[in-house]
């Protein structure tokens, strides 16, 4: 499923600009939603991750994975988001794991977020950690 602007955002050429340059897709396993982001996650972008992730971790996912290994610039709105994931996360006593890009990783580093967020190298990495059955053999 990838991503598209529509309403308001067709009439915002900034707008444009940062879904052009955004995509992200979602996998479902047993229990688990696998958000795959790719590109730039900035002030333009960041509703278009925040509508695919949706309500998740909700109903019977109880792990969501943000798979940002293919993000080469990630803005303080995409980290602000990122700690409201972590947030909403521990108040439904549900998993977030993050898979960041090198520079991304740095900058959970620098502002602290790391040690909220467990991140890992691979999704794969994540699913086996916590435990989650991995559909896709």
Same mark, same amino acid.
């Given at each position: 499923?990838?991503?598209?602007?529509?309403?308001?955002?067709?009439?915002? $050429?900034?707008?444009?600009?940062?879904?052009?340059?955004? =995509?992200?897709?979602?996998?479902?396993?047993? =229990?688990?939603?696998?958000?795959?982001?790719?590109?730039?996650?900035?002030?333009?972008?960041?509703?278009?991750? &925040?509508?695919?992730?949706?309500?998740? $971790?909700?109903?019977?996912?109880?792990?969501? !994975? !943000?798979?940002?290994?293919?993000?080469?610039?990630?803005?303080?709105?995409?980290?602000?988001?990122?700690?409201?994931?972590?947030?909403?996360?521990?108040?439904?006593?549900?998993?977030?794991?993050?898979? $960041?890009?090198?520079?991304?990783? &740095?900058?959970?580093? !620098?502002?602290?977020?790391?040690?909220?967020?467990?991140?890992?190298?691979?999704?794969?990495?994540?699913?086996?950690?916590?435990?989650? $059955?991995?559909?896709?053999?």
């Amino acid at each position: 499923m990838g991503v598209t602007m529509t309403g308001k955002q067709d009439r915002d $050429p900034a707008a444009r600009a940062g879904a052009a340059l955004l =995509s992200a897709d979602v996998t479902r396993r047993d =229990s688990c939603c696998v958000v795959t982001v790719a590109g730039e996650v900035d002030m333009a972008s960041v509703e278009e991750v &925040r509508r695919v992730v949706g309500d998740e $971790p909700a109903g019977r996912t109880h792990a969501l !994975i !943000i798979d940002m290994r293919a993000v080469c610039f990630c803005g303080s709105a995409g980290v602000n988001y990122l700690a409201e994931l972590a947030e909403r996360a521990h108040a439904r006593q549900a998993h977030l794991a993050v898979v $960041p890009s090198p520079p991304l990783n &740095r900058v959970l580093k !620098i502002v602290g977020l790391d040690l909220a967020l467990p991140t890992y190298a691979t999704d794969a990495m994540a699913v086996a950690d916590l435990g989650i $059955p991995d559909q896709r053999r």
